[in-house]
């Protein structure tokens, strides 16, 4: 079924990925990059997940349903965040 | 009626070990996708408070322990790599390795828990424990930082608990050589698990740690 | 065991081999044993506040007893009898033998589910017996975190685990669906009953873990005595209430979305027709478990939510009309120059189609903004979720529960008895409910036990009915009980329906099928009516 096949070094290599990802995280937190700072976070932190998710939890060697059960939690995550933020974005706070 | 002779690790309901290995699998997912969304419930109550306290956001971010933090991380995504190495030495047929790969995992996950251990121990020194106690030199909504720092690790702290446990019981499998390239979905369960805890950890760390570290 | 005349019910009558059981059969009766224990105490808490209602004084509890009353009454109905009705009881039944499989994917998960719905049972049970909760069933904060000198931790503890329980569910079922499908049954030729317990099991595996969390941070909140609902601290309650019912709210489709599948089923087979627009039904499903997922705040229209997110949540409200007319209108085309009989759950599912569209409609009142706050937290509400949740859920699993008696006990019950009873039903819960509506809408709060006098001559009226409802309950119980000793013997298939269920003898082997079915044909092929004597007992 998976002509491409994962081995042992690919495994390792993400694993090299997700420590330096992981450094330039921790290095960036600590420069004054203004709104950058929160976006760099995000977008590192988001890759992480999406390393681990693709390489470690095998879902590219995976068939398309794996694809979309795995998506559908995260695809429900960002239904209660939305809507939740349509709440508290246009709300008086005192 | 008679059932078609059959792999003895293939369970009545089945046709066939293909099935059965496919219907866990998706039913891992499955299980994942819930633990997305009780997870979520928590990180929501976080954005919505960061969003509205920032500045006691950054005050309480400060007062947590990055060192701790960073070997932690480091420590976790180290025990991803040796569950997956542990999963891939199944499917490669290296039988021995296995129980080699998932002791080591366990190892890793034990230490993540006595280095959180101590840093907790710190952290009640530092009168970070919110309630009457509370640090008096921080600002009462720090208090609302620490708590969802408490129960977001505590609540992952116990999630890496539960996959001890499921490794302690992997690993005692492998080691009677249960598992190989034909049988191993137990294992790839239990992989996924563990990677997904992995996840999480991934995104705490940079929101209770690092909020605007360099001011 | 290898005896084919050995079905589910005689292959072992031990209570260790019923406790212990993996079989989807078996698992579903143990379900519909233990939801009717608690829909009967559930039913007598009921009862004890229509009897207070019939004056306008408190004389027969006080207010602090009635508000434990109507909150055991919700914890009960909503997650011990409601969510497990149609989708434990006749879902773990059903679903295997209607997609041709020998069992669910995972039997001893099955089995594990019925053991933390009870272990969770025993948890609120026991918490009401020592003296009750009285938060409402939605444990608002921070009076359920702060205030409320009751067993909530306790009770919250019960629901958590029996959640856990209702999560396996909809995780079986979801794999069942996609693995364990007989040869040639694709998506498009599944029975609509499947499709409603596939999305009703997407909301269970999606939103029941965002319920466990909040009730898990409500605890925790009550328990350390600092929190973040707590505006003590500068938390927001309203945050419970948005966590609480981005569950909820989709719950409230676990509670009517396996009764439209029921509704299918029963609507084409008595009609003797396929069903109207087959595709439209199916995505009408699948559309109500997602747009279920975006509607939530109109809940909290007079919370200090935003008044922005309001008019979001109001507008998403109305979209979930669409699919449900949809679906409404495709049954009333299926009836339409049908071959139309009245048996039992066909007068059940018709009953069912006029309450939801009462339900429904009143629903949509709800949605908009402005008439919402004219009639938030009356007796409105209490009517329009009633009609949905018992005029609607209740009646179709009676319905299911007489389309499928003979296929689970082997046994008919008695028909006559049964058309009279879904009457009295018919009657006895319009009469209960219709008067609250113009209770609501005259402004008589819900949760309070005296009201002003001249409410009263509703109260009375809704008594009354209510009175004739629990006539319309206990017949069907009796004349079950009968039908298991004097029934006539059910054939295979009595009804003449199409369906895999139906193929296999009645009560089914413990393994379902002497052989697994291969399926050719779409479902609801019903022959045309000038061919139906040959398909007798097919």
């Known amino acids: 079924m998976n002509l491409q096949r994962p081995t042992q070094k690919k495994f390792t290599l993400t694993w090299l990925a997700l420590v330096i990802f992981h450094f330039t995280i921790l290095g960036s937190a600590y420069l004054n990059l203004g709104i950058f700072n929160t976006l760099i976070i995000a977008a590192l932190a988001i890759v992480q997940m999406i390393l681990i998710i693709l390489f470690f939890m095998e879902v590219r060697w995976s068939a398309k349903l794996i694809w979309i059960f795995a998506a559908a939690g995260f695809f429900w995550l960002c239904i209660l965040f939305t809507l939740t933020a349509s709440d508290y974005l246009t709300r008086q706070w005192h | 009626m008679k059932m078609p002779e059959k792999n003895s690790n293939v369970a009545e309901q089945f046709e066939d070990a293909q099935q059965q290995s496919e219907a866990a699998h998706l039913g891992m997912w499955t299980f994942i996708a819930t633990e997305v969304l009780f997870f979520g419930g928590l990180f929501l109550a976080y954005f919505v408070y960061r969003h509205f306290y920032f500045h006691e956001f950054v005050i309480g971010s400060k007062r947590t322990d990055v060192l701790f933090g960073t070997i932690n991380s480091i420590i976790l995504l180290t025990s991803s790599l040796t569950m997956a190495l542990a999963v891939h030495a199944a499917k490669e047929n290296y039988r021995r390795q296995i129980s080699r790969w998932l002791l080591l995992t366990l190892l890793l996950g034990f230490s993540f828990l006595v280095v959180k251990g101590f840093e907790y121990h710190k952290d009640i020194h530092d009168q970070l424990v919110p309630g009457a106690n509370f640090n008096p030199a921080l600002p009462a909504q720090s208090q609302i930082f620490f708590w969802l720092y408490w129960t977001m690790t505590g609540l992952h702290a116990i999630h890496v608990c539960i996959g001890l446990g499921v490794m302690s019981v992997m690993t005692f499998l492998a080691r009677r050589g249960k598992f190989s390239a034909v049988y191993r979905t137990p294992l790839e369960l239990a992989g996924l698990y563990w990677h997904f805890v992995d996840i999480v950890w991934l995104f705490l760390f940079p929101l209770l740690y690092l909020v605007q570290r360099h001011s | ?538």
């Open chain 3, 1 to 538: 065991m290898n005896e084919p005349e050995k079905n589910y019910l005689s292959a072992g009558d031990t209570v260790k081999s019923w406790l212990l059981t993996t079989d989807h059969k078996r698992i579903g009766i143990l379900y519909l044993l233990s939801i009717l224990f608690f829909f009967v105490i559930a039913a007598f808490a009921a009862a004890l506040m229509r009897l207070e209602l019939l004056t306008p004084q408190g004389d027969l509890v006080l207010s602090e007893t009635y508000n434990k009353l109507f909150t055991m009454h919700g914890v009960l109905m909503v997650w011990f009898f409601l969510i497990p009705s149609i989708p434990s009881v006749l879902g773990n039944f059903i679903i295997p033998l209607m997609i041709g499989a020998r069992d669910v994917a995972f039997p001893k998960l099955n089995l594990l589910s019925w053991y933390l719905f009870i272990i969770g049972g025993f948890f609120v049970m026991h918490a009401i017996i020592i003296g009750g909760v009285d938060t409402g069933w939605t444990f608002y904060t921070p009076y359920s975190t702060a205030y409320s000198n009751s067993h909530v931790i306790e009770m919250a503890l019960g629901i958590f685990i029996a959640g856990f329980g209702s999560i396996l569910t909809g995780l079986n079922f979801i794999i069942t669906i996609q693995k364990m499908r007989a040869p040639g049954l694709t998506w498009f030729r599944l029975p609509l009953f499947i499709w409603s317990m596939y999305s009703t099991s997407l909301i269970l595996v999606l939103a029941t873990p965002v319920l466990a969390i909040t009730l898990a941070l409500m605890a925790v909140e009550r328990i350390w005595g600092v929190g973040i609902f707590n505006p003590k601290l500068g938390g927001d309650p309203i945050l419970f209430q948005h966590l609480f019912w981005f569950y909820s709210h989709p719950a409230v489709y676990i509670m009517i979305l396996p009764g439209m599948g029921v509704v299918s089923e029963i609507i084409t087979c008595f009609s003797r027709k396929k069903i109207f627009g087959y595709h439209f039904v199916v995505f009408s499903s699948v559309a109500i478990a997602i747009i279920g997922f975006l509607v939530w705040g109109h809940h909290m229209f007079v919370s200090s939510q935003s008044i922005y997110a309001g008019m979001v949540f109001s507008f998403l409200s109305f979209l979930v009309a669409i699919p449900s007319a949809i679906k409404v209108f495709n049954w009333t085309m299926t009836l339409y120059r049908g071959s139309i009989s009245f048996e039992a759950p066909m007068l059940y599912a018709l009953s069912f189609i006029g309450l939801f569209v009462i339900g429904g409609l009143t629903g949509l009142m709800l949605a908009s903004l402005a008439v919402d706050v004219h009639v938030h937290g009356t007796y409105f509400v209490v009517a329009h979720f009633h009609y949905i949740m018992v005029g609607g859920m209740v009646t179709a699993f009676m319905a299911g529960l007489h389309y499928w008696w003979p296929k689970i006990t082997g046994r008919m019950y008695p028909e006559k008895l049964g058309q009279l009873a879904a009457v009295i039903l018919f009657f006895g819960f319009n009469l209960t409910f219709f008067p609250q509506f113009v209770l609501g809408y005259l402004g008589m709060p819900r949760r309070v036990h005296d009201y002003a006098p001249e409410f009263q001559i509703y109260n009375v009226l809704s008594t009354a009915g209510a009175s004739i409802l629990a006539i319309g309950y206990l017949l069907p119980l009796t004349y079950f009980l009968w039908s298991l000793f004097y029934g006539k013997k059910a054939g295979p298939n009595p009804w003449r329906a199409t369906g895999l269920e139906w193929k296999t003898s009645s009560p089914p082997p413990k393994n379902n099928f002497a052989e697994t079915p291969v399926v050719t044909e779409d479902a609801y092929n019903y022959p045309p009516l000038n061919e139906i004597g040959e398909h007798e007992n097919a």
